[in-house]
């Protein structure tokens, strides 16, 4: 078994880091005397050129797993494997230089590396290109630009994307105004858990902006944001309750008219009842 593993590692560059993580996986009832680390793993990979394995051991030098931390091997590793285009980490790089962690900090570098992991459909990509269009940083301020790869993420189902398109649709940034648009964009976001959509749908909802009024649906999202967190959901919602407005007034406010209605009911079933009583017997009159 051990010269089995040592043969795929020689050979991974041939046969593919994911046939020997696959094959590891498959033949984990397998003993070995002397397991071997997932560092060596990796390193073999790494060494005869895999990408994902750059990257990989990239994330353990970053972690200090196995190893001990080394922004320095992290970015090299990663460097390595974006010059073959791997996605994840150009993102994972263009992020350090945004951030300047573990290097210093090249928003133009940055930038780069999200337009190449960008161009291969990485929503997280196209979301931070987005942001840098609409912020102004690095590119010209251009709000066109950060609809466009706002909706390039939002179709893939990214839910802060979908929530900066709706802010966009809302105040007419970049496109046309269009308020339902922005509902809809919201509606997908708040679907996701974003509080920060939430927030602006149920806010729509108690304006009647881009859909009916709704006191009752104002209050269900203002509530889920509240529930996260969102001091300004919460107090809308007391705002709510003072006006009489919220869903637990008008529940309590029935419950009362029913009740009142079923006094009611008893004292005419009272009345009718004593009123026959007297019929046959008038002595009993006061």
Same mark, same amino acid.
């Given at each position: &078994?051990?010269?089995?593993?040592?043969?795929l590692m020689a050979g991974s560059a041939f046969l593919g880091f994911k046939f020997l993580r696959n094959f590891l996986n498959h033949h984990k009832h397998l003993s070995l005397a002397s397991p071997v680390p997932e560092k060596e793993i990796l390193e073999k990979a790494a060494e005869a050129g895999n990408a994902q394995a750059q990257y990989?051991?990239?994330?353990?030098?970053?972690?200090?797993?196995?190893?001990?931390?080394?922004?320095?091997?992290?970015?090299?590793?990663?460097? @390595?494997?974006?010059?073959?285009?791997?996605?994840?980490?150009?993102?994972?790089?263009?992020?350090?230089?945004?951030?300047?962690?573990?290097?210093?900090?090249?928003?133009?570098?940055?930038?780069?590396?999200?337009?190449?992991?960008?161009?291969?459909?990485?929503?997280?990509?196209?979301?931070?290109?987005?942001?840098?269009?609409?912020?102004?940083?690095?590119?010209?301020?251009?709000?066109?630009?950060?609809?466009?790869?706002?909706?390039?993420?939002?179709?893939?189902?990214?839910?802060?994307?979908?929530?900066?398109?709706?802010?966009?649709?809302?105040?007419?940034?970049?496109?046309?105004?269009?308020?339902?648009?922005?509902?809809?964009?919201?509606?997908?976001?708040?679907?996701?858990?974003?509080?920060?959509?939430?927030?602006?749908?149920?806010?729509?909802?108690?304006?009647?902006?881009?859909?009916?009024?709704? *006191?009752?649906?104002?209050?269900?999202? *203002?509530?889920?944001?509240?529930?996260?967190?969102?001091?300004?959901?919460?107090?809308?919602?007391? &705002? &709510?309750?003072?006006?009489?407005?919220?869903?637990?007034?008008?529940?309590? &406010?029935?419950?009362? @008219?029913?009740?009142?209605?079923?006094?009611?009911?008893?004292?005419?079933?009272?009345?009718?009842?004593?009123?026959?009583?007297?019929?046959?017997?008038?002595?009993?009159?006061?």
């Amino acid at each position: &078994m051990a010269f089995l593993l040592v043969a795929l590692m020689a050979g991974s560059a041939f046969l593919g880091f994911k046939f020997l993580r696959n094959f590891l996986n498959h033949h984990k009832h397998l003993s070995l005397a002397s397991p071997v680390p997932e560092k060596e793993i990796l390193e073999k990979a790494a060494e005869a050129g895999n990408a994902q394995a750059q990257y990989d051991l990239g994330h353990l030098y970053r972690k200090g797993k196995d190893v001990p931390q080394n922004w320095e091997k992290t970015v090299e590793l990663w460097e @390595k494997s974006s010059r073959q285009e791997y996605a994840p980490a150009l993102l994972a790089l263009a992020l350090l230089y945004e951030t300047g962690q573990g290097v210093a900090q090249d928003l133009s570098h940055a930038r780069a590396l999200y337009q190449k992991a960008a161009a291969q459909g990485d929503d997280k990509a196209q979301l931070a290109l987005a942001v840098f269009y609409e912020k102004g940083e690095v590119f010209a301020q251009d709000y066109a630009k950060a609809a466009e790869f706002y909706a390039k993420a939002a179709a893939q189902g990214n839910a802060s994307a979908q929530y900066h398109l709706g802010v966009l649709y809302a105040n007419g940034q970049g496109v046309r105004q269009n308020l339902a648009q922005a509902v809809i964009c919201y509606q997908k976001a708040a679907d996701q858990g974003d509080a920060d959509a939430q927030y602006n749908l149920a806010t729509l909802y108690a304006m009647g902006q881009g859909v009916p009024q709704s *006191w009752q649906q104002a209050e269900k999202w *203002w509530q889920k944001a509240a529930d996260q967190g969102d001091t300004e959901a919460k107090y809308n919602l007391e &705002m &709510m309750a003072q006006r009489g407005l919220s869903l637990a007034h008008h529940q309590a &406010m029935k419950e009362a @008219k029913l009740q009142e209605e079923a006094e009611d009911r008893k004292y005419d079933t009272a009345q009718l009842v004593l009123d026959r009583l007297y019929e046959k017997h008038p002595e009993l009159m006061p």
